[in-house]
């Protein structure tokens, strides 16, 4: 009698477990692509070097996930081109008693990107990522979003790269 519910008890727990897989879940259309190359970005905005930082942020974040190894262009299965599309910084919050003063601004960084094979076909849809965070000013304004940017950019990686690896 145990034998019996013991055999049923492991079949009931391996049947529950059906459709499961370890490793990652990427999406149909990418299951033959393994390694991605990212190059640098283009920057059609007036926010000078951002592409290098976006596309450094983005590989480091795509080393982070482990769905896809970063190689070089000769040897990947598929090039990530991006566009960065806006920088924009609207103010958030005033100063007390100074309304016309800024004390903390929103920055929003938008990519747009695709995904090409080594025929330089599209696989699978265009996406757009945006990552934003917020920065309080202190005496240089320029210089306070220069130090905010990299924090949108590491928020903008990890949309760019969930919605790849992931699909959705």
């Not at 769905?67 to 990947?76: K, L, M, Y």
């Not at 990299?150 to 760019?160: D, N, R, S």
Request: hydrophobic fraction near 40%.
């Amino acid at each position: 009698m145990k034998k019996v519910s013991l055999a049923a008890l492991s079949c009931l727990g391996l049947a529950g477990c059906l459709g499961y897989h370890i490793g990652p879940a990427k999406p149909q259309y990418l299951h033959d692509v393994h390694t991605i190359a990212v190059p640098t970005f283009k920057n059609h905005t007036l926010q000078p070097r951002i592409e290098v930082l976006v596309a450094g942020t983005v590989i480091k974040q795509f080393q982070q996930d482990g769905t896809f190894q970063i190689t070089s262009n000769e040897n990947a299965d598929a090039i990530l081109e991006g566009d960065i599309v806006s920088v924009n910084r609207a103010p958030a919050r005033s100063v007390e008693g100074n309304v016309l003063a800024t004390a903390e601004f929103n920055l929003a960084i938008r990519v747009k990107y695709k995904l090409v094979g080594r025929d330089g076909k599209p696989l699978g849809p265009q996406g757009t990522a945006i990552g934003t965070t917020s920065y309080f000013v202190g005496t240089d304004v320029i210089t306070d979003e220069r130090q905010a940017l990299p924090l949108a950019t590491e928020q903008l990686a990890i949309q760019l790269v969930s919605q790849l690896s992931e699909g959705w």
